[in-house]
């Protein structure tokens, strides 16, 4: 499985406090690891046309990705309220 981070995903990234970074990190890592896993708590975002998923870093904190073939396209990343407003 190949990983890349969309420039919205990088921009939005680069706007999050230090702790949340470090937090972002030890997700994808654990992602990486097991998408499975219950802390991730992965689901499909609903109303959209194409399947793209909501993972969790915390209570506030959350990422999206899709799956293209064999790579996974991290899109955005974000406070739970408004990252689902995003493109």
Not at 37 to 57: A, M, V, W
Request: charged share 30%; proline share 3%.
């Amino acid at each position: 499985m190949q990983y890349r981070k969309l420039t919205q995903f990088q921009k939005s990234y680069a706007k999050l406090p230090e702790a949340i970074k470090k937090k972002t990190q030890k997700a994808f890592e654990l992602f990486k690891r097991d998408r499975r896993h219950p802390s991730l708590n992965i689901k499909l975002i609903q109303g959209q046309t194409r399947k793209i998923y909501e993972g969790r870093i915390n209570k506030y904190y959350r990422f999206t990705f899709e799956q293209v073939n064999d790579t996974i396209y991290f899109r955005n990343v974000g406070r739970h309220d408004i990252i689902n407003d995003a493109p």
